[in-house]
């Protein structure tokens, strides 16, 4: 081989070489994007029945919504409530890998043009005619073990489908990182086994009732929902999982348990 055709071949070759690095590279990025825990923001908006239910809706569909996901936050879920106190309230779910992007979101909603002329009825509403009472936030992160929101296949096409959001809260941050590890140590596979899909598992970072995790379920309907929670009750991993010295304590890891069950709205993501 003479000495450009060896000079042709190596650097051929060593463009391979980088493509195939590049690409292993991107393949290496994908997967470690698809490990790490998400952030979530989940909103509670607390409204009055009349016409500010539909206008926080509209708000939701036509101008949040897509603004949000424009920022790369997403899917994003709206939810109503169907069993559970403060009732009409809505709920919004805003996962994002990235902390700023989502902390920052309402600032960098005000630059956007296009969200601010279709929030306009929304967010330039009369003092003296709210469309909601108040809105909460907790700031989320999702467990290691389940680190994205995972909407029920349902979703893709709007079918039927109800959630239950619940909260564990306990006595103590030791408590809490034992509550926690319990659902690493199985809680996951035995809530599928049972047939209830888990779209969010997830530590609160910020908000009120510290020291608490929060997660939410997915089911057809409440037929299957009540079914579901009797065949994890009587799942014998549950029963072992839960007999376990390190978890079954006195007084117990959770202290406190709240429960809703909730509807997507039509403009939800999830």
């Keep these: ?35 790490v825990p998400e952030y979530m923001d989940l909103r509670r908006y607390h409204l009055a029945n009349g016409p500010g239910v539909k206008l926080t809706n509209d708000f939701f569909a036509d101008a949040l ?26 709920y919004l779910l805003m996962p994002s890998l990235k902390l700023e992007t989502l902390v920052t979101a309402d600032l960098e909603l005000a630059k956007d043009d296009v969200f601010m002329k279709a929030a306009a009825p929304f967010w330039d509403a009369p003092a003296a005619m709210p469309p909601y009472i108040r809105i909460e936030s ?10 994205k ?8 096409t709007k079918g039927k489908r109800i959630y239950h959001l619940r909260q564990y809260q306990s006595p103590t941050n030791m408590d809490h990182v034992r509550k926690v590890e319990m659902f690493h140590n199985g809680e996951f596979g035995i809530f599928a086994k049972a047939g ?6 997830a530590d609160t970072l910020v908000g009120p009732s510290l020291p608490n995790l929060t997660y939410m379920l997915s089911f057809p309907d409440m037929t299957s929902l009540e079914a579901d929670w009797e065949k994890f009750s009587a799942d014998p991993d549950w029963k072992k999982l839960s007999a376990d010295s390190r978890f079954n304590l006195d007084p117990p890891t959770v202290s406190n348990v709240t429960s809703l069950v909730l509807r997507p709205l039509a403009c939800s993501q999830v």
């Design 65 to 90: 919504i897509p603004a949000l996901n424009r920022l790369g936050i997403g899917p994003v879920g709206a939810f109503s409530v169907y069993f559970g106190p403060d009732s009409p309230s809505y």
């Design 138 to 147: 907790s700031l989320l992160r999702a467990f290691p073990g389940y680190p």
């Design 196 to 201: 209830a899909t888990g779209v969010f598992y």
């Design 1 to 35: 081989m003479d000495r450009r055709n060896f000079l042709s071949s190596s650097l051929a070759a060593s463009a391979l070489s980088l493509a195939a690095g590049g690409d292993l590279l991107a393949q290496t990025a994908t997967i470690a994007d698809k490990s």
């Design 149 to 156: 929101v995972t909407p029920p296949v349902a979703a893709a």
